[in-house]
């Protein structure tokens, strides 16, 4: 999650790689959008405060830029912020949005660009609501919403292995990858994380679609498939990296874990010991461990400890199983 010194940094010392570059010439530009379109993003314009319905609309979904289609924010991270302008606290991406320092009119401010085609967009500034503090104020024509509609939630429960098979087969869930969050150190290695000295724990990264299956749901079969009231112990794997974790996104999110964990508390015995933390990073683990129990179905792993585990959760969740 970007905050207001990784802007800074950004604009200081240079952007990250976007995914692709789209560039055109003023006229090509100028034959795809509208003259309004043109003068705000191509131009370096601003629109009038309140000028579009786009700042009361909430719905679920996606903005991308309406230069080059990339997608830049989700619903999710949009907020009323009062000014008039579409406002969110956090791009889809960290190399979604560019940073530029900017001084005319006699301000220092950070103008925020499209980072694929350098659409301009509006300006970033550091008193958004938390967790990132940051308020991106965009310019609604600089956007267009896009209804389709996928988010991610990130999850620890023991050995991505397990956690890994039982949400690849929800209804809604979209993919699963396994990796590592909530360490010291970027791009960890499987080795690393398994000292248990880089304070990573064993993740999934489940993109999902909450119009078939929510977010409530996703963390109450998280929680009834994993044993979330050991600390730092999973069955037989011993270690900070087997925590029981779930991330956050937003403050709703945040809130909901809450609320989620207080109702499963009543169907166990000891006290939950899940930790509900702010996604900062998911990181990718090595090929090998990415769709592992599909891969292995007669693995001795797959079999002792991974089937049991499917057996329980298809007895548990018959009706949301693809
Ligand atoms: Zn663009």
């Known amino acids: 999650m970007l905050k207001w010194l990784d802007v800074i940094k950004y604009a200081n010392n240079g952007n990250p790689a976007p995914d692709k570059r789209v560039e055109k010439t ?9 003259e309004e379109q043109f003068n705000v993003t191509r131009l370096k314009g601003t629109e009038h405060a309140f000028s579009s319905d786009l700042c009361s609309y909430f719905e679920p979904g996606r903005y991308t830029c309406v230069c080059c289609g990339t997608a830049l924010f989700d619903s999710d991270t949009k907020f009323e912020s009062g000014t008039g302008w579409p406002s969110f606290t956090q791009p889809i991406q960290e190399n979604a949005v560019a940073y ?4 005319t009119f006699g301000m220092v401010r950070i103008e925020a660009l499209c980072n694929t085609c350098d659409a301009h967009l509006g300006h970033v500034f550091q008193d958004g609501p938390m967790p990132s503090g940051l308020r991106y104020c965009m310019n609604a024509v600089s956007l267009k919403k896009v209804d389709v509609s996928e988010k991610k939630v990130d999850l620890g429960g023991g050995c991505f292995w397990c956690t890994e098979a039982i949400f690849q087969r929800l209804k809604g869930v979209i993919k699963v990858e396994s990796g590592y969050s909530g360490g010291k150190i970027t791009n960890p290695t499987y080795r690393e994380v398994c000292s248990g000295a880089t304070g990573h724990a064993e993740m999934i990264e489940v993109t999902y679609n ?7 749901d996703l963390l109450r079969i998280h ?7 050991t600390v730092d112990e999973q069955g037989a794997d011993q270690g900070s990296q087997y925590r029981s974790i779930i991330f956050y996104r937003t403050e709703d999110e945040k809130q909901a874990a809450m609320k989620v964990i207080d109702e499963v508390q009543k169907s166990y015995l000891d006290m939950i010991v899940t930790q509900i933390e702010m996604f900062e990073h998911f990181y990718k683990a090595e090929d090998y461990h990415q769709d592992y129990y599909n891969k292995n179905p007669d693995g001795g792993y797959c079999q002792a400890i991974i089937d049991p585990k499917l057996s329980k959760f298809r007895e548990l969740y018959n009706d949301k199983i693809k």
């Not at 530029?100 to 001084?103: F, L, M």
């Not at 909450?210 to 409530?216: A, G, K, L, T, V």
């Not at 929680?223 to 009231?229: E, I, K, Q, R, V």
């Open 26 to 34: 003023e006229k090509e530009w100028k034959a795809l959008l509208t």
């Open 100 to 103: 530029h320092k900017d001084s």
């Open 210 to 216: 909450p119009n078939e299956i929510s977010f409530d």
């Open 223 to 229: 929680l009834s498939t994993h044993n979330p009231t």
